[in-house]
């Protein structure tokens, strides 16, 4: 089967989403497990300092290290917990945009991903138009819980899962720091401003991960060869009849006011003492 | 048009935040600023909301359902209301950022997260990339749904209104989600995201234990404790102490950050502080780039002697 457009790096079976989804769409019943999936998106690796264009049109990308957003890898992780525990027996990965996501689906995959679906566009997608792209491929995927990360360091807009369970009218349980599923239920743990907080939902579900979940595996070689050979079914906005125009026009991005530090003091005596007469905050 | 604001409470008290979102809502709705108060028994925080001053009216939503702020049964009241409104803000706290999306989906707008600054009535400014670049944003959706950043806008004056409290019929519950218990950390010091003076610990301070020293400290400045990232994820404290990209933003009168090395990601979560201060024995660290004053040393020395020089000249 040949991929919707020709990928000189696709590596690895592609098939499009129809053919996917007769072969693997059955709903997981009790015995075999759940089906999950997880959302993981592309971005700038985290360890990056970015740089503003000059022509405030946005960030530079070009000849920039990019990785998997770090709290999609702990929704990745999660969910191959869940298939470790029995709870879960088949992972899909899915990313949105360019073509060179498939790389991010790859590294899914290598960490232990079943299988990939990506959605492939050119246009700017918004978180919206995101939830509304995994709900169209959830309902033909019928999975019976989803974890995607909290939010994308990128856009660091914490809106998609939360779109999501919207638009699918399931529960969501955001910010999650531990995960329990039985009976058809999640007892999940939230990371919340006064401290910790456990609510259960009903599956399915939408559940975004905090960092304390869990700490994701490297994937190792065998296992990053082994991936190349997993399938990645390849679809579009327009096949999944998705409406993707953004919604927010980006006038510009700036940088921020830079602040001038690096003065430094000799003694804590000297420290009070500044504190005290110089700011003037204690 | 009329902006809505999303009352933070826990059906006994306003929380602090709210008064920044109404701020926000000022800038944008100037005099038609309305407070939704949703919860159960909580007529004690909708009197409190009426005194917010500014504020035209105070909707009162008291339902079981509305007890511990889940979004599939909030959801629904703010969608009822949402016609009446050209605005609908709520705090970008862990409760509004939970909520709000879900009512922008139901709605089928974006929702505009985080604001730092309001340039017109559709347009507004919000950190990208852990605050490293500003977007401005314009939204073309017939409605804002919008979290805001507290620290970008002064607080509204808490006192001095008196606005009329209308009671709003319960959406009821979505039969979703059950909440099940709440493991809220206890503090007699200030809550971080509203405190004058926060003392912060990182991975330097290499135990819970040896925060004492930081509470120490803490106490003589009526400051609140906080942590990086890494302080956390060790466990020396919980995470509600968590300061950064995506822990809690904060902006105090002044910033103690000791043993923190200053990733990017922690950076993000403070460097709007007034005046920084860093401790920390690696004098390469990025921390002491953006601190005003910069002290390099053992941190186990540096802060008993703080205590007593703070002692000495109180």
């Given at each position: 089967m040949q991929p919707k457009r020709g990928l000189a790096f696709a590596q690895g079976p592609c098939t499009n989403l129809a053919q996917a989804v007769g072969r693997h769409g059955r709903r997981g019943n009790g015995e075999d497990g759940m089906k999950a999936l997880v959302a993981v998106k592309r971005v700038i690796d985290y360890n990056v300092k970015i740089r503003v264009k000059a022509d405030k049109t946005g960030v530079e990308t070009a000849n920039v290290k990019m990785s998997m957003n770090p709290f999609d890898e702990i929704a990745v992780e999660e969910a191959l917990r869940l298939r470790e525990a029995g709870t879960v027996s088949e992972i899909i990965a899915v990313s949105l945009g360019l073509a060179q996501c498939q790389e991010t689906i790859r590294t899914a995959l290598a960490m232990g991903a079943d299988r990939g679906v990506l959605v492939e566009t050119k246009a700017e997608l918004q978180p919206l138009a995101v939830a509304k792209l995994l709900k169209a491929v959830i309902l033909q995927e019928s999975p019976e819980i989803v974890i995607i990360g909290?939010?994308?360091?990128?856009?660091?807009?914490?809106q998609t899962g939360q779109m999501l369970s919207a638009l699918l009218g399931w529960p969501q349980a955001t910010f999650a720091s531990k995960l329990k599923i039985s009976d058809g239920h999640a007892e999940v743990t939230r990371e919340v401003d006064g401290g910790l907080e456990t609510i259960t939902i009903k599956l399915p579900a939408v559940i975004t991960t905090d960092l304390r979940l869990n700490e994701p595996r490297y994937a190792s070689l065998p296992n990053i060869m082994r991936a190349k050979k997993k399938p990645i079914t390849m679809t579009t906005p327009e096949a999944l009849g998705v409406?993707?125009?953004?919604?927010?026009?980006?006038l510009k991005v700036e940088e921020p006011p830079k602040r001038q530090g690096g003065h430094k003091v000799g003694s804590v005596a000297e420290l009070v003492d500044k504190l005290k007469t110089e700011a003037r905050v204690i | 048009m009329a902006a809505l604001v999303v009352a933070e409470h826990d059906n006994s008290t306003l929380k602090p935040a709210t008064l920044n979102a109404v701020a926000a809502a000022q800038e944008i709705a100037g005099a038609e600023v309305d407070i939704l108060v949703a919860g159960k028994d909580c007529r004690a925080v909708a009197e409190a909301a009426s005194a917010?001053?500014?504020?035209?009216k105070v909707l009162l939503a008291e339902d079981a359902a509305y007890d511990h702020g889940l979004a599939e049964n909030l959801a629904p009241l703010l969608v009822k209301l949402a016609?009446?409104?050209a605005h609908l803000l709520a705090p970008a706290t862990t409760s509004g950022k939970n909520l709000m999306p879900r009512v922008a989906a139901l709605l089928d707008v974006m929702q505009i997260s985080d604001?730092?600054?309001?340039?017109?009535p559709d347009t507004f400014v919000r950190p990208i990339y852990a605050g490293n670049a500003l977007q401005t944003v314009q939204s073309n959706d017939p409605i804002k749904v919008i979290t805001v950043r507290g620290t970008a806008f002064p607080p509204g004056e808490a006192t001095g209104g008196s606005a009329p409290i209308e009671t709003v019929e319960p959406t009821g519950s979505a039969g979703l989600s059950e909440f099940v218990r709440a493991e809220l950390s206890k503090s007699e010091r200030p809550e971080l995201t509203s405190a004058r003076v926060i003392i912060s610990g990182g991975r330097?301070?290499?135990?819970?234990?040896?925060f004492h020293l930081l509470e120490k400290v803490a106490d003589k400045l009526g400051a609140a404790v906080g942590a990086s990232r890494a302080a956390v994820d060790a466990g020396f404290?919980?995470?509600?102490?968590q300061v950064g990209q995506t822990g809690k933003i904060v902006a105090p009168e002044l910033y103690i950050a000791v043993g923190i090395s200053g990733a990017i990601q922690h950076l993000a979560g403070m460097?709007?502080?007034?005046v920084i201060v860093a401790i920390n024995?690696?004098?390469?660290?990025?921390?002491f780039q953006i601190a005003d004053y910069g002290l390099v040393g053992d941190l186990f020395k540096i802060l008993p002697e703080l205590d007593t020089e703070l002692e000495r000249r109180q």
């Open positions: 909290k939010q994308a360091i990128d856009d660091d807009c914490n409406d993707v125009t953004p919604r927010l026009a980006v | 917010v001053l500014g504020a035209r016609p009446s409104y604001i730092s600054a309001v340039v017109s330097g301070m290499q135990s819970g234990d040896n404290v919980p995470n509600d102490y460097k709007d502080s007034k024995k690696d004098e390469e660290a990025p921390i």
